[in-house]
């Protein structure tokens, strides 16, 4: 089973506990834009990221697509399914070759049954992640565009050497997570940048100080 190095203070995940899960599974490498679940189907995998990043997605019956989350390593998705039987609420393709652990359902279920001491520590990751959603929801409510793009830069920023980073993120995947168009987008990323507030680091933004209330 393959190893991976990152700060597991900024995981769901300890290290040890993903290596759990993973011995129950397959280790798989996935190309960049793989469709790794579609919204509606049956299927009950459960699966680890171990290296790269997926973005989570629902559409309408015109492919206009809205991003709920980008998960990156030692993140998991799949267990709801595993958990109610449902079909899948969201589809979930790859943003950047990944390698993924895929558990079957009997491979999850008797991981917990091996070791119940996981069960709370997925339970909580999972209700984070609905706390994260039910934020998103509030946010495409009552937030203007540029509201909700400085919310998605706040809260997908994280600390690497004393900066506020957040990583690979293009102006597309911002305005499917906010509800707006790339344009407008682009717009308010611009003037984020001429006012100082944020720098562009090969592809990805440095939030140097703390973000205006309004545009």
Known sequence: MPSFATDPLMLPLEPAEVQLLCNYGVAKLFPKGSILINEGD???NLYVILDGRVRVYVSDENA???????QKVGEFFGEMAILDGQPRSASVMTLEPT?????????????LQDHPQLTSKLLVS??????DLTENVKNLALLDVYGRVAAVLDRLAVEIDGERMVER??????????????????????????GGYIKNRKGAFVLKRKLPNSW
């Open 126 to 131: 999972t209700l984070s992640r609905v706390r």
């Open 42 to 44: 049956c299927s009950d």
């Open 99 to 111: 390698q993924l652990c895929v558990v079957s359902n009997s491979g999850f279920k008797q991981c």
């Open 169 to 194: 993120l293009t102006h597309q995947s911002i305005a499917s997570m906010v509800g707006s168009s790339r344009e407008m987008v682009s717009r308010i990323i611009r003037s984020l940048l001429v």
């Open 64 to 70: 206009k697509e809205v991003t709920l989350c980008i």
